[in-house]
């Protein structure tokens, strides 16, 4: 069965950086697109970043362009999301997601993780 496994989470100050990991299993890694999500307390779960199935074409949240990197290593299906200069709002839970198809454009997630607290305080 589909599994996805998140780690890496934790308590920051403001400005400082976190990696996240998530671990994939139960199916061909390399077929899917994946993406990380994030909710805030009282907030809709909002998109993060997206990559393609085999890496290279990314997307971002605007509020994280510049800040966040979303990588891959299909080899190890695990894919990661670098954190950088992370402030108060990037506050929330972060989920990963499995698109059901190679893109998230027209796409949905048909799989979450269990997901990590970030926690960006001083």
């Known amino acids: 069965q589909v599994q996805l496994v998140e780690s890496g989470g934790g308590l920051v100050q403001p400005g400082g950086s976190l990696r996240l990991s998530c671990a994939a299993s139960g199916f061909t890694f390399s077929d899917y697109a994946m993406s990380w999500y994030r909710q805030a307390p009282g907030k809709e779960r909002e998109a993060v970043a997206h990559i393609l199935n085999m890496g290279g074409i990314t997307n971002y949240k605007d509020s994280v362009k510049g800040r966040f990197t979303v990588s891959r290593d299909n080899a190890k299906n695990t894919i990661y999301l670098q954190m950088n200069s992370l402030r108060f709002d990037d506050t929330g839970v972060y989920y990963c997601?499995?698109?059901?198809?190679?893109?998230?454009?027209?796409?949905?997630?048909?799989?979450w993780g269990q997901g990590t607290q970030v926690t960006v305080s001083s």
């Open positions: 997601a499995k698109r059901s198809r190679s893109s998230w454009i027209n796409s949905e997630v048909d799989f």
